[in-house]
């Protein structure tokens, strides 16, 4: 039997619910394993370990490694951080509004369609309406809701969403890279590199949020290193078919699985043999369609001012601000 439930990451409670099962229902099954809903994503699409990124109203992510051993970045909620989450990218495009009239921080794009969205999606006369929202009526769903819109504003070719977009997907980006110390050489052998399950309503703005993800992905600091090549993947099945193989494993059975049947890949990204030791820190990748998958590989090693991020410019070529091809 498999367990694979949310909030379910501390393994010794893991193991003090598997020991009260057992004890409890002693007649329910002879084998049981206990893991969070991030681990029973990694099983249903990975046999030997790989990374679940979770972006819905909050963000985290896990790995797993081929030897067993887990770590994760995120997840921490939305006091303390669940970057490129939908909650945090609508908190974000409310403080770009309110810096913006406060003459704090001035937006590198026009605002007016994002205040229209905003204003229209909480109903507001004028910014001082939003305090009630955040202060006395808070709901978390609420605001996570407001993102599909801003997604839609990008859609539209309004330059402050798709703004806002790319820089959730350099924070989920980031969380790759922030693993990628802890990752074990057995994830790079593969074909494929290393494999990374995408869950959450987030990434169906995937669109606008491809080239931060890719820059974010790259090392930023010391001990980050180079992903040599990481496939993107959807699940195509439920996430309880994850649990089942984990619990099959518990028991010792080889239960069949065809792990093709389960995942869905929507991006693939390399990096060119010729570069891959002296790659700099930062840098951008040129798209090319490969097999109706964006295949990135690193070209010139240059970095695109903020400003012109996120295929912000309305570009309409086929070639974004961003050096990005389509």
Same mark, same amino acid.
């Given at each position: 039997?498999?367990?694979?439930?949310?909030?379910?990451?501390?393994?010794?409670?893991?193991?003090?619910?598997?020991?009260?099962?057992?004890?409890?229902?002693?007649? @329910?099954?002879? &084998? #049981?394993?206990?893991? $969070?809903?991030?681990?029973?994503?990694?099983?249903? *699409?990975?046999?030997? %370990?790989?990374?679940?990124?979770?972006?819905?109203?909050?963000?985290?992510?896990?790995?797993?490694?081929?030897?067993?051993?887990?770590?994760?970045?995120?997840?921490?909620?939305?006091?303390?951080?669940?970057?490129?989450?939908?909650?945090?990218?609508?908190?974000?495009?409310?403080?770009?509004?309110?810096?913006?009239?406060?003459?704090?921080?001035?937006?590198?794009?026009?605002?007016?369609?994002?205040?229209?969205?905003?204003?229209?999606?909480?109903?507001?006369?004028?910014?001082?309406?939003?305090?009630?929202?955040?202060?006395?009526?808070?709901?978390?769903?609420?605001?996570?809701?407001?993102?599909?819109?801003?997604?839609?504003?990008?859609?539209?070719?309004?330059?402050?969403?798709?703004?806002?977009?790319?820089?959730?997907?350099?924070? @989920?980006?980031? &969380? #790759?890279?922030?693993? $990628?110390?802890?990752?074990?050489?057995?994830?790079? *052998?593969?074909?494929? %590199?290393?494999?990374?399950?995408?869950?959450?309503?987030?990434?169906?703005?995937?669109?606008?949020?491809?080239?931060?993800?890719?820059?974010?992905?790259?090392?930023?600091?010391?001990?980050?290193?180079?992903?040599?090549?990481?496939?993107?993947?959807?699940?195509?099945?439920?996430?309880?078919?994850?649990?089942?193989?984990?619990?099959?494993?518990?028991?010792?059975?080889?239960?069949?699985?065809?792990?093709?049947?389960?995942?869905?890949?929507?991006?693939?990204?390399?990096?060119?043999?010729?570069?891959?030791?002296?790659?700099?820190?930062?840098?951008?990748?040129?798209?090319?369609?490969?097999?109706?998958?964006?295949?990135?590989?690193?070209?010139?090693?240059?970095?695109?001012?903020?400003?012109?991020?996120?295929?912000?410019?309305?570009?309409?070529?086929?070639?974004?601000?961003?050096?990005?091809?389509?």
């Amino acid at each position: 039997q498999g367990l694979c439930l949310s909030g379910c990451e501390e393994d010794d409670a893991n193991r003090q619910m598997e020991r009260d099962i057992l004890e409890q229902y002693p007649n @329910l099954t002879k &084998h #049981i394993v206990v893991a $969070s809903d991030t681990q029973g994503s990694i099983a249903t *699409a990975c046999h030997n %370990g790989g990374i679940v990124l979770i972006s819905g109203t909050g963000s985290n992510a896990l790995l797993l490694n081929p030897d067993g051993q887990t770590f994760r970045c995120g997840g921490w909620g939305h006091m303390l951080g669940d970057e490129g989450g939908a909650y945090w990218i609508a908190a974000r495009a409310v403080k770009i509004l309110f810096d913006e009239e406060d003459n704090l921080i001035d937006p590198p794009y026009c605002t007016e369609k994002l205040r229209n969205i905003v204003f229209s999606h909480f109903d507001l006369k004028d910014r001082f309406g939003m305090l009630e929202h955040i202060y006395t009526t808070f709901q978390k769903a609420k605001f996570a809701s407001l993102t599909a819109k801003i997604s839609e504003g990008a859609e539209e070719g309004d330059a402050m969403c798709a703004h806002i977009l790319y820089d959730a997907g350099y924070a @989920l980006g980031r &969380h #790759i890279s922030a693993l $990628s110390r802890n990752m074990h050489p057995d994830l790079f *052998a593969s074909e494929d %590199g290393l494999q990374i399950v995408c869950s959450g309503s987030v990434w169906k703005s995937w669109k606008h949020m491809h080239g931060g993800f890719v820059d974010g992905v790259q090392p930023h600091l010391e001990k980050d290193r180079i992903i040599p090549k990481f496939k993107l993947l959807r699940l195509a099945v439920t996430s309880a078919l994850g649990a089942t193989y984990l619990g099959a494993q518990k028991a010792s059975y080889d239960m069949p699985r065809d792990y093709s049947k389960n995942v869905t890949p929507f991006f693939t990204y390399v990096h060119p043999t010729s570069l891959t030791s002296s790659l700099p820190t930062k840098g951008i990748p040129k798209a090319v369609n490969v097999n109706h998958e964006n295949k990135y590989v690193c070209s010139n090693g240059k970095v695109p001012d903020a400003s012109t991020n996120g295929q912000a410019n309305g570009a309409s070529n086929g070639t974004h601000s961003n050096g990005l091809s389509t």
